[in-house]
């Protein structure tokens, strides 16, 4: 069955630490996304691809840089984790201009 | 610029009524609109898109949305509501000529037995 596959599901990290969360989709999809969810709010859109090797922009980029080795690989590097950044993080996978396939989600909480 | 409103935070019903909740969008070309639900602990699923044709769409669990273009919305509707649709609601928007879907802050719903 085709899903978006999120790991880990949750992790705890350190002020000033790195953090890579990693998202793989076997839909076959040409379009990733990384969003966070903050308690309270709706989806705020970080960076996604629709190529391997090439990423963009979303919303709210600063502070997280994002990675698209594959069709079906799609990672978020938080170079230097801050308080800030504890939310919950969901990655999307889409054909494009249609419905999305998100992914279970990631609890990440800063420390 | 894109951007959608959800301007309901919360709605409350008793089950057997009828739902409705509201989304407005703002985008100068044709839009491409979708509802998502959430349930409590979980992600979220797609249960209806919107992108040409008929105005009202049908989805899955038993939804509706009907696009209006005169005022920019798309609400999400069903009839009767039942506990389990208690969840929260996005609406999104996706423009016809960019890349991005921009999801409204959420409609928490509860419905009461």
């Known amino acids: 069955e085709a899903a978006v596959t999120q790991s880990p599901r949750s992790k705890v990290a350190v002020t000033g630490g790195k953090v890579t969360l990693s998202c793989h989709q076997t839909n076959n999809h040409d379009y990733m996304y990384w969003y966070r969810q903050d308690t309270g709010h709706g989806l705020r859109l970080i960076h996604y691809?629709?190529?391997?090797?090439?990423?963009e922009k979303g919303d709210i980029p600063d502070g997280y840089k994002a990675s698209r080795p594959s069709q079906e690989n799609f990672s978020l590097i938080l170079e230097l984790a801050s308080l800030s950044q504890t939310a919950v993080y969901f990655c999307a996978s889409s054909p494009g201009h249609s419905d999305y396939t998100f992914g279970s989600g990631t609890r990440l909480l800063v420390i | 610029a894109q951007s959608v409103d959800q301007p309901d935070a919360h709605v409350t019903l008793y089950e057997g009524a009828s739902l409705e909740l509201r989304c407005s969008y703002s985008?100068?070309?044709?839009?491409?609109l979708f509802w998502y639900v959430q349930y409590p602990g979980q992600s979220l699923q797609f249960l209806l898109k919107y992108i040409t044709g008929d105005a009202v769409v049908k989805g899955t669990k038993g939804f509706e949305a009907e696009f209006r273009k005169s005022n920019s919305s798309f609400n999400l509707k069903k009839s009767p509501a039942h506990w389990s649709d208690s969840a929260k609601y996005f609406c999104?928007?996706?423009?016809?000529?960019?890349?991005?879907?921009?999801f409204g802050t959420g409609t928490r719903l509860q419905v009461s037995p």
């Open positions: 691809s629709y190529v391997a090797d090439s990423t």
């Open positions: 999104a928007l996706e423009g016809s000529n960019t890349d991005k879907v921009v």
């Open positions: 985008y100068s070309a044709a839009p491409y």
